[in-house]
T-cell receptor, first 112, second 112 residues
């Protein structure tokens, strides 16, 4: 069964901490994405990557960075966590957009 | 900017009732997908429609792509509590960006 695995289901971090969210896919997909999901705001794209070492800003990249050193792994980094980054974070991968995304189970991050 | 608008945003019905969720845009999409997301989990792809006028069935769920490929609908017959969740439509837009455009979602609650 193909999978996108996010390293943590729940995280609690303090304001100002550097936070790493990890995502691994086993489908050899080129495309990987990071979204955050908040009530009433839907899915908002933070960053995406078309290939190793390539990254593109999404709609809300401020306060975030990403790393893709290997094809299967896409990491989201919160440089200095703030309370407004409390959210559900979803990683996804795809072969191409028309083929659909496979999502991970999500990481619910709380910043206190 | 391509947008997808879903309606209704919320739907609460009794078990056994029928319902339809709509996904509309002024833009043409090369394909459109529907996802279901259960609380605390990532979205799961239900179906992809590609051809204008296409109808696909998945048990009690019927998906239709508009003739002009600008809109889609999801119809559920005899809803069951297990259908409860967030339904998202997503379109593969123009420009071969590899990114999907997501609607805001429809939250469905089916009461026993």
């Amino acid at each position: 069964d193909v999978k996108v695995t996010q390293s943590s289901r729940y995280l609690v971090k303090r304001t100002g901490e550097k936070v790493f969210l990890e995502c691994v896919q086993d489908m050899d997909h080129e495309n990987m994405f990071w979204y955050r999901q908040d009530p009433g705001l839907g899915l908002r794209l933070i960053y995406f990557s078309y290939d190793v070492k390539m990254k593109e800003k999404g709609d809300i990249p401020e306060g975030y960075s990403v790393s893709r050193e290997k094809k299967e792994r896409f990491s989201l980094i919160l440089e200095s966590a703030s309370t407004n980054q409390t959210s559900m974070y979803l990683c996804a991968s795809s072969l191409w957009a028309g083929n659909g995304y496979t999502f991970g189970s999500g990481t619910r991050l709380t910043v206190v | 900017t391509q947008l997808l608008e879903q309606s209704p945003q919320f739907l609460s019905i009794q078990e056994g009732e029928n319902l339809t969720v709509y996904c509309n845009s002024s833009s043409v999409f090369s394909s459109l997908q529907w996802y279901r997301q259960e609380p605390g989990e990532g979205p799961v792809l239900l179906v992809t429609v590609v051809t204008g006028g296409e109808v696909k069935k998945l048990k009690r769920l019927t998906f239709q792509f508009g003739d002009a490929r600008k809109d889609s609908s999801l119809h559920i017959t005899a809803a069951q509590p297990g259908d409860t969740g967030l339904y998202l439509c997503a379109g593969d837009g123009s420009g071969n960006t590899g990114k999907l455009i997501f609607g805001q979602g429809t939250t469905l609650q089916v009461k026993p």
